[in-house]
């Protein structure tokens, strides 16, 4: 990567102001010894997931609850705040403690700066590729949803985006809610001899028969490499049925060993799962299904700094997660020797733009397929006075804010918001703009729904969502976060059998009667049926923000936990 002076000058002055320590004799992409990462074996995967279609630099606050029960208590990924840094040997108050905790996230997201972003992605991509020959950059999925600019261009901007960056293979999940016709025609022409997208869990409603590819076979440096695809496997309930009817989905576990035995046979010496399952899926996957050498995961938006090592009758899979938001890339050489890994090393890189210099063409691009739309995106509606994110089990201070928009301006006496993974975060005093909003709601079924619902079915609600995030089974886990509720108040047991987790359900005090109707808002509904059911919620809390004009830091309207004293991924 070549430098200009000022280009030099403009990084290295960043960095300092950062609180970054920087040698002046670095390479700017070299300014920390972050990006040091001296190259080791003969086969090189760089992996990407979950950006949520998020172009620029963004703040993003990590988790401070995220639970493992069963036998996941106290097990990677569900570890947050300092017990996350211990399992994974990282100093407090440093870089890398920013980047995967929570912990003081204002100082510290003032201090290191914005992280991903695209064009500073794209150079730290360049940089690991030119000395790894042959490095393949595989893309985990979610990656055509989650901002205005790739709602508004059905995913076009991801898809020129990606193509330049150097995806050579990727999988999906959000991708398919713009339709079949359209993730067709995505991969039948744009991605045409250049993207593989592969998916061996995803087949014909009619016959059974293979969507996608299930498999590529790459040759790197003498090896050659399977890389296997795993979209969501429950795309269809987690997101409408409606916009994929042809195609069915599924953990498949029979169908992937027998994708990997023929893998072998076609003279793999390396099979790697490039996944969008979710960790918890994976690490049970990894456990059972034999001659996988790697799982690249994503999906639920994990960033884990170490890799888990999983055994199974076969030998041992290497199992990570790179979190989300274009905030990670992760690095992972094998030493194949012999048609065996003998060896590997693994780095999990956060994206620090202060650190990165913007890649010329890529910011070029950027510029020009936000163009159109960038008065519309910089609208200023409010401001806010507390720190405003998504991430957590149970609730993010701009899901209550939505939560707050829905039952204000729908007149409701409850409101759902759905538990999201993806959304950026701002800073205490930072505008809110229509930009923000949308990274919080860009979805191709936006509608807000008003209905009457007795107390029983409040609770089947809860406890079917519950179940989806606590079932000590992660092969019955859909892996995003519990749905957020306001006005509602209740009591959880992750550890309670389905059925028994949800108790002590009140309204303004007075507990919920299974036999009374309530008025309950909520948006994102999945059922063909409620398609403009109301105004879209971009709509509705953009209303709410232009009255209100300052936003007052929320009070988070969380479930009280029992049984959980004590867990590490719940700082209570």
Not at 20 to 46: D, I, K
Not at 263 to 280: C, E
Request: charged share 20%; aromatic share 8%; glycine share 10%.
């Amino acid at each position: 990567m070549n430098l200009s002076r000022r280009e030099f000058a403009s990084v290295m002055a960043a960095a300092l102001a950062a609180g970054f320590p920087v040698q002046r004799e670095a390479g700017a992409a070299q300014a920390h010894s972050l990006y040091r990462v001296p190259r080791s074996g003969n086969v090189h995967l760089l992996h990407m997931t979950d950006c949520h279609a998020q172009l620029l630099p963004i703040h993003f606050r990590e988790p401070s609850v995220n639970l493992g029960v069963g036998a996941m208590r106290g097990q990677l990924p569900h570890l947050v705040g300092q017990h996350l840094l211990k399992a994974a040997a990282l100093r407090a108050g440093s870089p890398e403690a920013h980047a995967f905790t929570y912990l003081d996230f204002e100082r510290a997201a003032r201090q290191y700066g914005k992280v991903g972003g695209f064009a500073h992605l794209a150079t730290l991509v360049k940089q690991l590729k030119a000395g790894r020959p042959g490095a393949l950059l595989l893309d985990g999925g979610d990656t055509w949803q989650g901002s205005a600019t790739a709602l508004w261009t059905e995913g076009q901007d991801m898809v020129d985006a990606c193509k330049l960056l150097g995806v050579d293979v990727m999988t999906g999940h959000w991708d398919f809610t713009y339709g079949e016709a359209r993730i067709k025609k995505i991969i039948e022409q744009d991605f045409a001899g250049k993207i593989d997208f592969v998916a061996q869990n995803v087949k014909t409603n009619d016959f059974g028969d293979a969507v996608f590819k299930p498999y590529v076979i790459k040759e790197m440096n003498g090896v050659a490499v399977a890389i296997v695809g795993q979209a969501f496997p429950y795309t269809p309930i987690a997101n409408p049925g409606w916009q994929t009817p042809n195609w069915t989905f599924g953990i498949r576990e029979s169908e992937m060993q027998e994708t990997v035995n023929e893998a072998r046979a076609k003279g793999a010496q390396v099979v790697v799962l490039l996944s969008h399952n979710g960790m918890d899926v994976d690490l049970k996957l990894a456990s059972r299904v034999t001659g996988i050498d790697a799982i690249l995961g994503g999906h639920t938006h994990d960033g884990v700094p170490v890799p888990v090592i999983v055994k199974n009758p076969g030998g041992q899979t290497i199992v990570t997660n790179a979190g989300s938001n274009g905030k990670f890339l992760g690095v992972l050489d094998l030493d194949v020797k012999d048609k065996k890994v003998m060896g590997f090393k693994y780095r999990l890189l956060p994206v620090f733009s202060n650190l990165l210099a913007a890649d010329q063409d890529m910011t070029a691009l950027i510029d020009k397929v936000r163009s159109p739309y960038s008065a519309k995106l910089s609208e200023k509606l409010a401001v806010t006075e507390g720190t405003l994110y998504r991430r957590g089990n149970f609730n993010g201070t701009f899901d209550q804010l939505i939560l707050d928009a829905l039952m204000e301006v729908r007149g409701a006496d409850i409101a759902f918001s759905p538990g999201f993974r993806w959304g950026t975060s701002l800073l205490p005093g930072q505008a809110i703009t229509r930009e923000h909003v949308m990274d919080q709601t860009a979805i191709t079924y936006p509608w807000t729904t008003l209905s009457d619902m007795r107390g029983d079915m409040i609770k089947t609600i809860l406890e079917d969502v519950g179940d989806n995030l606590f079932n000590p089974d992660p092969y019955y886990q859909q892996g995003g976060d519990m749905v957020r509720v306001g006005g509602l108040s209740y009591q959880l047991d992750p550890n309670a059998k389905m059925g028994s987790r949800i108790q002590n359900m009140r309204l303004k005090g007075q507990l919920i009667a299974a036999d009374k109707t309530y008025k309950v808002a909520g948006w994102a509904p999945v059922a063909e049926a409620s398609k403009n059911a109301g105004p879209p919620v971009w709509d509705v809390v953009e209303s709410y923000l232009k009255a209100q004009k300052v936003i007052k830091p929320v009070r988070l309207n969380t479930p009280e936990l029992v049984g959980m004293a004590g867990n590490p991924g719940y700082l209570s």
